[in-house]
């Protein structure tokens, strides 16, 4: 898979702290054009808890208002963040029937 990263760490090491690095970083990285590369619809991120899952939104979406990204920072509901399986459900919901499954 494309763009890719995998963080596998402990309790307390510090793996939300990188990854909100990491994501702030990918949503302000431009082209030679002058357009970011990616937007936060663009983005998929997944964590084992509810609350760990708003805190990386939380989170980056600071780091992008001190960056003086404020649109970026307004998108990033448009992210999809949470849990592996709210993640994988929010798939299921919007694409349902190329896999033959009911939404419910």
């Known amino acids: 898979m494309k763009n890719v990263t995998y963080i596998n760490a402990g309790a ?11 994501l702030a970083e990918k949503l302000l990285e431009k082209e030679t054009n002058g357009n970011f590369k990616i937007a936060p619809s663009q983005v ?12 990386f939104r939380q989170r980056a979406r600071q780091k992008l208002y001190e960056s003086g990204q404020t649109d970026i920072a307004i998108q990033m509901d448009a992210a999809t963040i949470g849990t592996i399986h709210s993640v994988a459900f929010s798939f299921i ?12």
């Open 12 to 22: 307390g090491s510090g793996k939300t702290t990188t990854l909100t690095k990491i």
């Open 44 to 55: 998929i991120l997944t964590t084992f808890t509810e609350m760990a899952a708003a805190e």
């Open 93 to 104: 919901k919007k694409y349902w029937y190329l896999i033959g499954v009911s939404p419910d």
